[in-house]
């Protein structure tokens, strides 16, 4: 009997030792660069310029997961912009863009957020 629980036991913690991964898309996106874009310009004035900040987390709950999982980088930066244009800016583009991610896990939860902050502000035409 006392064999048959260790035998158990061993079953049990290799299968919890067993990871999982996977490949999820981050965003799709117009226009993205690292670097001053030339020949851009946008209006700071007259309520066209505000700071604002959008997220997209990921959580799962004993390796369920629940909560967005594809286009996160997407989805957090469409959340910041329609943040922005609730708050009355007229904006279409965000400047000066930080991108953080976080990681939280505790007894069997996990969340994976990523937070998008950046200046929205309208295009000159």
Known sequence: MIAKTVQITIAASCLMMVACSSTASLGHFTAASTHNVRNLDYNVANNTSVRTEGESCSKSFIGIPFGDSENRQQIAMDSAIRSG??????GDMLVNVLITE???GFL???S???TIK???VRLEK
């Not at 244009?85 to 007229?90: H, L």
């Open 108 to 110: 069997g939860y996990r």
């Open 112 to 114: 994976n957020c990523i």
């Open 102 to 104: 976080t990681d939280f």
């Open 85 to 90: 244009q609730d708050s009355g800016t007229d």
């Open 118 to 120: 950046g200046d929205l």
